[in-house]
């Protein structure tokens, strides 16, 4: 069964740092991309980033809201996907979701989701 | 990037009865080269994370029941409940993974009336 755990999310002061980790189980973790998505209260859904898989390079995306603030980065042999931010704003608070795409491929619908953790960057 | 917008915002609908969804991309996300329509539906319930319901435009996920259907290609694409039921109140979004960066539609909130 492929589960999806996120951890490291909290309350934090505007311009710190924080890492997100999602731990994955039951695939082959090195196989797929995966990707962060947020969801800030009351609103819909937003693409954070994605880092591809090894047959696609590892590389990351980002979105332009994050780029050069956060990295996406993935230890394949501990199947854990991390979301490093930086320099956070109060926009940044959200509910943060780790996800895997469906098949092997750099791009197909997101067939499994974490429980989400929830970043509130306040002062 | 790709705009996908949504329509209705939400809508009320009896037991039993269709519900439909409607979604437009700014551009095309139908790759020629495979004929496929990069785009998704996901459901969310209050408290919950998403759930794929529809990928490749018109995919039904596995033990999502056959209600649900997907439909369109190109730029405009519909979800349709055929005969709605409780349990599936709930806010629908679309996305294309047609290319980066994502996007979703604003969503539509599903309930009963």
């Known amino acids: 069964e492929v589960q999806l755990v996120e951890s490291g999310g909290g309350l934090v002061k505007p311009g710190r740092s924080l890492r997100l980790s999602c731990t994955a189980s039951g695939f082959t973790f090195g196989d797929y991309a995966m990707s962060w998505f947020r969801q800030a209260p009351g609103k819909g859904l937003e693409w954070v980033g994605s880092i591809r898989s090894k047959a696609y390079g590892g590389t990351p995306e980002y979105a332009a809201s994050v780029k050069g603030r956060f990295t996406i980065s993935r230890d394949n042999p501990k199947s854990i996907a991390y979301l490093q931010m930086n320099s956070l704003k109060t926009e940044d608070t959200a509910v943060y979701y780790c996800t895997r795409p469906g098949k092997r491929l750099l791009w197909s619908g997101e067939s499994y989701w974490g429980q989400g953790t929830l970043v509130t960057v306040s002062s | 990037d790709i705009v996908m917008t949504q329509s209705p915002d939400s809508l009320a609908v009896s037991l039993g009865e269709r519900a439909t969804i409607n979604c437009k991309s700014s551009?095309?996300?139908?790759?020629?080269?495979?004929?496929?329509?990069?785009l998704a539906w996901y459901q969310q319930k209050p408290g919950q994370p998403p759930k794929l319901v529809i990928s490749?435009?018109?995919t039904r996920e596995s033990g999502v029941p056959d209600r649900f259907s997907g439909s369109g290609s190109g730029t405009d694409f519909t979800l349709t409940i055929s005969s709605l039921q409780a349990e599936d109140v709930a806010v629908y979004y679309c996305q294309q993974y047609y290319s980066s960066p994502l996007t979703f539609g604003g969503g539509t909130k599903v309930e009963i009336k």
């Open positions: 551009q095309s996300v139908l790759y020629s080269s495979n004929n496929k329509n990069y």
């Open positions: 490749w435009a018109s």
